[in-house]
């Protein structure tokens, strides 16, 4: 793998030359995956020089765990790096923009640039922090770090997300509140919805289930409960409540949905463009709501290089074919809850709960990372569970 800074005109000299937006769980599979032809060159854009893994943001803002692996580790060594953000992709030219000043010609293009925190139209939302990328879990980390003994920190968010943040945080030894909007773990069965807030309040979690947060100040929750304002001490107060795509494909002309994510039809090709391909959470595609997660964003990425190599060969591509196996929440580091589910991520009855549950996330999320590093040693190795009829609407989740 190669890296490079340059401000100029980048060139690529290769018969097919395909870009990959994003070096996520989605991006990274789809540029491993792509090397199945020899014949393909890859550049991948990143805007840092290192893989996040996402799913460990809540561990690094209570210092329980490191998110970062580096490239050298999970990308092959033919693939080129170059750390910037693209700003514009000018589909008619076949060319991507960079913040740079340099720009890329491409062949074919992925699109994988993931999804980012949604602000809410709450008053004073500009004072709460957000879980969402690598610099918003910086920043909290920074804030948790300055708390003093007995601060309360504020979650809002009732999601999978929201429930790890919390938990990460009480068994860290600090104040916590959660206050779930519209339930705490909506998206399981009641059983695993039932262990998880007993985990929660076990952990010394003030879970909120009903409440609704109003107005955020300075160091203040204005919660609504039941009809009734409480103006609540909150020294940091961290939203997981929602996300939507960044503005790269609205400003580029392209068809967007109403978060921003790339429309695409079945078989991941742009509506506007065959030779734009979309992966991972910042991809809507037609007929198929999928939740936002590395369970969804690899089989996506895999599934993307597919349909690139497909058309390189002149063929056209398979429609998209997955579906979800469960949803799992770590509740601190030694506890957790695992509901099984069906093919459209509708909970089944299956939920396995405690160490066992722990353990089986910690296995889920280190598989992730070798799935990827896998890849890029084995292209075309990757498997995911396919045959899914997904027509439940799920909610956006950092799963």
Known sequence: MSTTDTTQEIQVVARTHVVVLGAGYAGAMAANRLRRNPAVAVTVVNPQPFFVQRIRLHQFVSGTGDPLVGFDDVLADDIR?????????????????????????YDHLIYAIGTR?????????????????????????????????????????????GIEVAAELAERGHDVRLVGGRGIASSVGER????????????????????????????????????ERNVLPSAATILATGFEAPELAADSGLATDEIGRLRTDATLAGIDDDRIVGAGDAVAVEGMPLRMSCQAAEPLGAQAAEAVLARIAGEQPNPVDQGFVAQCASIGRRAATLQFTRRDDSPARAVVTGRLAAWTKELVCRGTVWNIRHEATHPGAFRWFRGGDLTTTTEPALR
């Open 81 to 105: 790096v170059v750390v910037d953000t693209a700003t514009r992709i000018d589909a008619g030219a076949r060319r991507v923009h960079l913040a740079s000043g340099a720009h890329l010609d």
């Open 117 to 161: 925190h949604r602000t809410p139209e709450i008053p004073g939302a500009e004072h709460a922090l957000f879980i969402a990328d690598w610099a918003s879990a910086q920043r909290i980390r920074e804030r948790v770090e300055g708390l003093g003994a007995h601060e309360m920190i504020t979650v809002v968010g009732g999601g999978l997300t």
């Open 192 to 227: 695993a919805r039932s262990a998880t807030e007993k985990q929660l309040i076990r952990l010394g979690v003030d879970v909120v289930d009903t409440g609704r947060v109003v107005e955020i100040g300075e160091r203040t929750v204005t919660v609504d409960i039941d009809g």
